[in-house]
């Protein structure tokens, strides 16, 4: 007996070290024709272990994360028959975040990051799959719901609060306190979510180099 397709995508991910985070069906207004399903594809908890191991982190060249997720993604999307979206090609730029949330398992949270329960304040995509097929993952409640939301007043820049998102500020914080917990351990605000596994230290310091660069 065939396992249903979300079952096999699921466990298609998990060997690349990915996870399904949802999915949506498109509107005509999202100009996906033939596209019935949007699922998104986020990191799983063993995502860092194994892009690492990969060729496009070994050996030096630029952007490695982004080119690991085209070559990953677009091969699985080929496997399926699907189409491949991701988050850093454009124009036009695909609009994952309101997509995230469409897809009923991620959330603004109350700093506007997005957040869900798999993965907390460290909710990310690195790409998404237009399937032919209707998939449904079903939707999860927001952790934000029962949570005395330490992330309001976790950043020590007042950069990320319920006002929102100061990017210059936080850069300019960043740059002037190299021994900052954030520097050396990753932002403060994710960190203080208490929802989903929390990312390798590794991982959050290369992410935010990417934020600085």
């Known amino acids: 007996m065939t396992p249903p397709l979300e079952d096999r995508l699921t466990a298609l991910l998990a060997l690349r070290g ?118 449904d993952f079903g939707s999860r409640v927001t952790p934000c719901e029962t949570c005395e939301a330490p992330c309001k007043t976790a950043c020590p820049a007042d950069a990320l609060t319920t006002e929102g998102y100061d990017v210059p500020k936080c850069k300019a914080y960043l740059d002037h306190h190299p021994d900052s917990p954030c520097r050396t351990q990753g932002c403060a605000v994710r960190r203080a979510c208490p929802a989903g596994p929390g990312q390798p230290v590794e991982q959050a310091l290369y992410h935010l180099d990417q934020f600085r660069s």
């Open 18 to 135: 990915l996870q399904p985070l949802g999915a949506f069906a498109p509107t005509d207004d999202d100009d996906l024709s033939g596209i019935k399903s949007v699922v998104m594809i986020a990191p799983a908890p063993d995502f860092w272990t194994q892009f690492t191991a990969s060729h496009e982190w070994q050996g030096g060249l630029p952007d490695p994360m982004d080119r690991w997720s085209q070559r990953v993604i677009g091969r699985l999307a080929l496997e399926l028959d699907a189409k491949a979206y991701f988050p850093f090609t454009g124009p036009p730029y695909r609009p994952f975040y309101s997509w995230a949330q469409r897809a009923g398992q991620s959330y603004a949270s109350p700093v506007t990051l997005l957040i869900s329960a798999a993965m907390g304040l460290d909710t990310s995509f690195r790409g998404a799959l237009g399937l032919r097929e209707t998939v």
